[in-house]
């Protein structure tokens, strides 16, 4: 898998948005851009992915780059229950290989 | 039903024991992974099965031996493990392999400790 590259930790403010980055500068054509993320003693949970073009869903937006070289995860309002580890990964033919994550602290 | 299922919950067993974990998944999924987290780091990789047959193995020591006995459930049979196998290990399914199988739905793992 293509590797990706996310800042280890975040803080934000409750209520705020919250931009979360992630480069993929090794992408290929037909790779996927998935987030995911995890609460503690929980597994990874589904959060959005998209190709090309921008995605919004019930729990966030997926910006994805023109050239796709980078995205970013935004999260509209955060809350407290926001408050865990983000991945993004790159859904290619074997599965998916987690990188480090970004650990998204919120402040009430 | 959009859940993974995974037993037991918490295992503990010692370095000569032979256990098993179980996940089961009703979702029509035919793509099937193992992933192994230690404390404070991402998920790895270990297995993945798809319609039924192994298709990645990670290189993982022959003491994890997988096992997909029909579509909507898959083992991970352990024997001789070392306590540095102490770990959450994770079920996930998706809908089909590779990239346009789109999400994976990931149980809440077992956590496993090795005396």
């Known amino acids: ?84 580890v983000y991945y993004c990964i790159l859904r290619s033919a074997d599965g998916l290989t987690f990188g480090k994550g970004t650990h998204l602290i919120i402040q009430p | 039903d959009t859940e993974v299922t995974q037993t037991p919950k918490h295992l503990v067993m010692g370095m000569t024991n032979k256990k098993s974990l179980k996940c089961e998944q009703h979702m029509g999924h035919r793509a099937m992974y193992w992933y192994k987290q230690k404390a404070k780091k991402p998920p790895e990789l270990m297995f993945v099965y798809s319609y039924e047959k192994l298709s990645i193995n990670e290189s993982v020591p022959s003491r994890f031996s997988p096992e997909c006995p029909n579509s909507s459930l898959l083992n991970l049979h352990l024997h001789a493990l070392q306590p540095e196998d102490s770990a959450l290990y994770l079920c996930a399914s998706s809908q089909i392999p590779g990239p346009f199988g789109g999400e994976l739905f990931f149980g809440e793992g077992s956590r496993l400790t090795v005396l």
Do not use: F
């Open chain 1, 1 to 84: 898998d293509a590797k990706t590259t996310q800042p280890n930790s975040m803080e934000s403010n409750e209520e705020e948005p919250v931009h979360l980055p992630c480069n993929h500068s090794t992408i290929s054509g037909t790779d996927y851009i998935h987030w995911y993320r995890q609460l503690p003693s929980q597994g990874p949970e589904y959060v959005i992915h998209g190709l090309t073009s921008n995605v919004n869903n019930r729990m966030a937006s997926l910006a994805i780059a023109e050239d796709r070289k980078s995205s970013t995860l935004i999260l509209h309002r955060a809350t407290l229950r926001d408050a865990a």
